[in-house]
């Protein structure tokens, strides 16, 4: 107890320090009076803990994120109120409004994670919403975050990867927009080092080999250079710096490559002390500098001097060609864009006459619009909403010259809608520089674009293809939604009005076989066609009235093929209505078995929820597995085997032996006496005095499919079976 009390002591007094006189007597007089009251029933381990992160939070804020008091004494402030010391009316009543405003939002924040322990689908929406009212409320979060990854040790193993794994799909995205990169940085290390740890300790020793080799190259590099610039009198600090593990993770995946192909391990960063109005001249004149010095590659200029980021990050990029022909990145920036670049958009603030709010209040905005629409599928905004923070940026202008800012990729479509909803819906194509261009047309940075409208024009599903950003497919969505909904009550109303002149009986059910029959996977499909005019009326009496006549099941036989075996199993279904899994706790989740890995009763699995909101049962060891928890961590949900199942799993082996008819002959004679395994079907080729074969069987469990595959390896010329 007492040396956490020293530690709270000692990051108490290194904010005050830090914060550099910003805070006055009274206020931290006002900070320490809340403490000092004492309150009956408080336990004094646990409010000590939570003061402790509190203060340690704050520090994150101090340091990493250039926050001023009114976020420091608002973190501190949240726990006290957490802690039993004091009630969020007190606090209204003794603190300004702006403290009260970000402790409310920090409150709300965290009644969802008292009711929910991690963020999932619809809590995220209802996050976001809470954490888009206010900036500050987001950066205290993303420094809680930060607290907490760098104190896993504190949690249980399953809490562990669930904490990680929303610092690496929320958090980090959302520091990366807010320009937050030190910050950034360390939650994707630290996630990746809990999720992935095996992968991030290669890595790490590997950097680690070459350490030396490289700071010689980095060495070599500089030094020339470094005499350059101070001989044209440049005031400046030069190093070089390793890129995280994370974002060299990122480049092997992305490249499908080795570490020892990644070329760019490292990044040398050339920062200018220079007054304001000198920054872009002297920023450029380095540029030339370098580019003399060391061959430039034209395609890598990045430019950010010009037009920053919407974070608010400035700087200029290039990659040249430097000792032993390797490619190397210079970074050339101020001591301000320095700051602002690792600590982010609230660095701004502490430079007069610099602009840097606008456009991230420009985002927010289209933040909550987006959260705000009750049509939005929560595990699509989650997608979309990390798509966005991660993209690249293009700049274009309007007829009258208003710039507007949209991901790279963006076409005329996405334009349209960012400019306004009813023009997206009504976009027919645009004329871009003063030529003719259609929806399709990707917006290149400077275009001047004017779109083109008529009021005929509707949305269509095709232009979900076409939109890159949220807000567009946002909108088209919920218009479609709408007008699926409307087609779907004409197209049933028209048949029910049509069986009723026909004094047919109206049954839904053999609407859903007739559906099906005709080829529709929905009956949302065939009566849109129907609404639609493509379907002969006369032809779906007949067939209605067959179906009625023959009964279901003669029915059900007649839409059956191979195919539809093949991918659309009853037996899938039957595993869906048994009870032997449990599923994020639960029993009785409707699910289905993903068609990637197979999984059957017995094999160790974990639940992934898919785009449409269905839960996909998949093998833990599941190829795709380690790429779905990278990109989509917060759509995992774990899920057991329960029981004893009465269902069958299709599984397939790969069996491999001599080319001899009578060894295949021999295999399947042993699976047809099996009592607990039927054969669905088997494939055979040969080549080089070998065969192999796909052997698919259906099974109840891992049990029996383990005893299949020992007598297999037992059948004399069989060289190897497996798993597929």
């Known amino acids: 107890m007492n040396e956490r009390k020293h ?32 309150k009956a029933g408080i336990d004094e381990a646990v409010a000590l803990d939570k003061m402790l992160k509190a203060v340690s939070t704050a520090l994150i804020l101090v340091e990493d994120a250039n926050l001023g008091k009114v976020a420091v004494m608002s973190k501190i402030i949240y726990e006290a109120v957490e802690s039993g010391f004091c009630t969020y009316e007190e606090v209204q009543a003794k603190f300004p409004q702006q403290v009260t405003v970000i402790v409310d939002g920090l409150i709300k924040a965290h009644e969802l994670y008292r009711k929910h322990k991690f963020v999932e689908t619809e809590n995220f929406r209802k996050l976001l919403l809470v954490l888009a009212r206010d900036i500050r409320v987001i950066i205290i979060m993303i420094c809680d975050r930060l607290y907490l990854m760098r104190n896993l040790h504190l949690f249980d193993a399953e809490e562990q990867q669930k904490i990680a794994q929303e610092a690496s799909y929320l958090y980090a995205p959302l520091a990366h927009r807010l320009g937050l990169y030190k910050i950034k940085s360390e939650l994707e290390d630290l996630s990746m080092k809990c999720v992935s740890r095996d992968i991030y300790k290669e890595i790490a020793s590997k950097l680690n080999e070459t350490k030396r080799s490289r700071d010689k ?74 580019a003399d010095m060391y061959q430039p590659n034209p395609k890598r200029l990045r430019d950010w001097l010009s037009i920053p980021k919407s974070n608010g990050y400035e700087s200029l990029h290039t990659t040249v060609m430097g000792p032993g022909g390797k490619w190397v990145e210079v970074q050339i920036r101020t001591e301000r864009m320095d700051v602002v670049a690792e600590k982010g958009l609230a660095a701004h603030f502490k430079y007069k006459g610099v602009k840097g709010e606008t456009d991230f209040d420009m985002w927010l905005a289209n933040v909550r619009e987006v959260l705000e629409n009750p049509e939005t599928s929560s595990v699509d905004y989650i997608d979309d909403f990390k ?86 497919k946002t909108k088209i969505k919920q218009i479609l939604r709408e007008e699926e909904a409307a087609n779907l009550e004409l197209g049933k109303e028209l048949l029910k009005r049509r069986l009723k002149n026909w004094k047919i009986e109206y049954d839904e059910t053999l609407i859903t076989k007739l ?127 329960t029981g004893k199942s009465d269902s069958l799993y299709a599984c397939t082996l790969r069996v491999v032996g001599n080319d001899d008819i009578g060894i295949v002959t021999n295999i399947t004679s042993l699976i047809q006496k099996e ?21 698919t069987v259906m099974v109840n469990d891992t049990k029996a499919l383990n005893g299949l595959v020992k007598k297999i390896k037992a059948v004399k010329g069989v060289k190897s079976v497996e798993r597929v």
Not at 407 to 428: E, M
Request: glycine share 6%; charged share 30%; with cysteine.
């Open 7 to 38: 530690d709270f002591i000692d990051k108490y007094r290194k904010v005050l320090r830090l914060s550099d006189g910003m805070f006055e007597a009274g206020e931290i007089a006002a900070v320490r009076a809340v403490f000092k009251e004492s």
């Open 217 to 290: 190259y980095i060495s070599e590099f500089i030094g020339p250079l470094k005499e350059k610039l101070e001989a044209e009198g440049f005031k400046f600090s030069i190093k070089g710096r390793t890129k995280s593990i994370y974002s060299i993770w990122n480049k092997m995946r992305k490249q499908n490559t080795k570490f020892e192909n990644i070329y760019d391990l490292f990044a040398i960063r050339i920062i200018l002390d220079t007054p304001l109005d000198r920054e872009h001249a002297e920023c450029w004149q380095v540029y030339s500098i370098v």
């Open 387 to 472: 798509l966005n923070l991660y993209n690249k940026e293009v700049f274009v202008f309007t007829p009258k010259g208003d710039l507007f800012k949209l991901p790279k990729g963006a076409t005329v479509l996405d334009f349209a809608f960012q400019i306004h909803s009813n023009l997206g819906a009504r976009c027919v194509g645009a004329r871009i520089n003063g030529k003719n261009a259609t929806i399709r047309q990707v917006l290149s940075n400077g275009d001047q674009v004017e779109v083109l409208s008529s009021q005929s024009q509707k949305p269509r599903k095709e232009w979900l293809s076409i939109v890159n950003t949220t807000k567009a």
């Open 515 to 641: 559906a099906k029959k005709i080829g529709y996977k929905t009956t949302t499909d065939f009566f849109q066609d129907l609404a639609d005019e493509r379907l002969d009326l006369q032809k779906v009496k007949e067939l209605y009235l067959d179906i009625e006549k023959r009964g279901s099941q003669a029915a059900e036989t007649e839409v059956r093929s191979a195919e539809g075996f093949e991918h659309v199993s009853d037996l899938e279904e039957k595993s869906g209505r048994d009870d032997v899994l449990i599923i994020d706790h639960l029993r009785g989740v409707e699910y289905s078995l993903a068609k990637c890995c197979n999984p059957i009763f017995g094999d160790e699995i974990f639940g992934f929820i898919s785009a449409r909101g269905g839960i996909k049962i998949h093998k833990s060891d599941c190829p795709n597995a380690p790429q779905m928890m990278s990109r989509f961590g917060y759509r995992f949900v774990k899920a057991l085997w």
């Open 675 to 695: 009592s607990n395994v039927t054969t669905r079907s088997i494939s055979v080729d040969s080549v080089d005095g070998l065969f192999q074969g796909n052997i």
